[in-house]
């Protein structure tokens, strides 16, 4: 019993075991980071629509301006109505979709799209 015991502590001084834990311990700090922040980058008028379960539609400002990359990505939630700077306007957004694309660390802040723009 004591030999078992031994070679589990081995096992887990191996390098390989070190750094999964490194990994692990990574992936999870980044997660929850991306918990915390994602509900701060949806504006707070954005809720009443969001309690509803309706599409909505948004304007999404990132911290650059957007590439081909973020327009198809965008695309996938809804129909990208438009780009203006660094805004992507993106039409019948499920408040599912809404959350997800919030959790883009490269996502500045999400607002109710005017009327205008639509």
Known sequence: MKGSAMSRLALLRHRS????????????GW????TVTAPQR???ALQPALQA?????????LAFAPE?????LFQSYGVVSGVRGTTVFVNRVS????????????????TMQAEGVR
């Open 95 to 110: 408040p599912d979709d809404l959350r997800r694309i919030a959790r883009y660390y490269w996502v500045k802040r999400i």
């Open 17 to 28: 075991a070190v750094f999964l834990v490194v990994v692990a311990v990574a992936w999870s």
């Open 31 to 34: 997660e929850l980071f991306l």
């Open 42 to 44: 949806i504006d707070p």
């Open 68 to 72: 081909n990359f973020h327009i198809r």
């Open 53 to 61: 379960r309706a599409p909505v539609a948004v304007a999404i400002t």
